[in-house]
């Protein structure tokens, strides 16, 4: 398989539940990051990885909580989430350097009921 | 300041006609990167086009191409003979040269009328 693949495609979770998005990407990319679009906003950087390194966190509340056991592999956990989290989440990947672009996954619906 | 601006919110393109979509940027890197990206309402993110600080052409990928004023500090993406398929979300990106991440602008958004 090619690309970078995120499951699930949509989720429907209560206030309550923890879940996980996940992230794969098998194109030997070195970095990895979570964004946030919600409607009508701007991406929103969430987490980067580097070498497996988490080298910037956007001040996301602690209710996002990010795993990368890997390089091929990046994880969202998810708990507590308030309705406002409700948004599209994408996964991207890259080499590093300045002629190399993301690869991004399909992205995850998250609403959060 | 922000390092990436889109100043068109929205635009509306009959189908056919050509459209430029703007972005200029700001970085006191010499070497950069900048990328066009587009988003269809199914979410995916698709790369359309790039373009490095040291290249002297245009970069063109199709019916896509860049208009590349570096002493401007501009990147415009041009889209030729304009399809019903190019409705969607636009971003203009910018890597710079001691980054780990890309910066992205807020978007246009494009409605190709038939």
């Known amino acids: 398989e090619t690309g970078v693949t995120q499951t699930p495609r949509h989720l429907v979770m209560g206030m309550t539940n923890k879940k996980s998005l996940k992230c794969e990407q098998h194109l030997g990319h070195n970095a990895m990051y979570w964004y946030k679009q919600s409607a009508k906003k701007p991406l929103e950087l969430m987490f980067v990885?580097?070498?497996?390194?988490?080298?910037e966190n956007n001040s996301v509340p602690s209710r996002f909580s990010p795993e990368c056991p890997n390089s091929s592999h990046l994880f969202l956990h998810l708990h507590t989430l308030q309705p406002e989290d409700s948004a599209l989440y994408l996964c991207?990947?890259?080499?590093?350097?300045?002629?190399?672009?993301?690869?991004f996954g399909s992205g995850t619906r998250l609403t959060v009921v | 300041a922000q390092k990436i601006t889109q100043t068109q919110p929205g635009m509306f393109v009959q189908e056919k006609e050509a459209v430029t979509l703007d972005c200029t940027y700001d970085?006191?890197?010499?070497?950069?990167?900048l990328f066009w990206y587009k988003q269809p309402s199914s979410g995916e993110m698709i790369f359309l086009i790039y373009q490095g600080s040291y290249d002297e052409q245009n970069a063109t990928e199709g019916r896509y191409s860049l208009n590349f004023q570096k002493a401007r500090k501009s990147a415009n993406l041009v889209i030729s003979a304009s399809q019903l398929g190019d409705s969607a979300m636009y971003f203009c990106a910018m890597r710079e040269s001691r980054d780990d991440k890309i910066i992205f602008g807020k978007g246009t958004r494009l409605h190709i009328l038939p």
């Open positions: 970085t006191s890197d010499q070497s950069y990167g």
């Open positions: 991207a990947s890259s080499q590093l350097g300045v002629s190399y672009g993301y690869t």
């Open positions: 990885y580097s070498l497996e390194e988490r080298v």
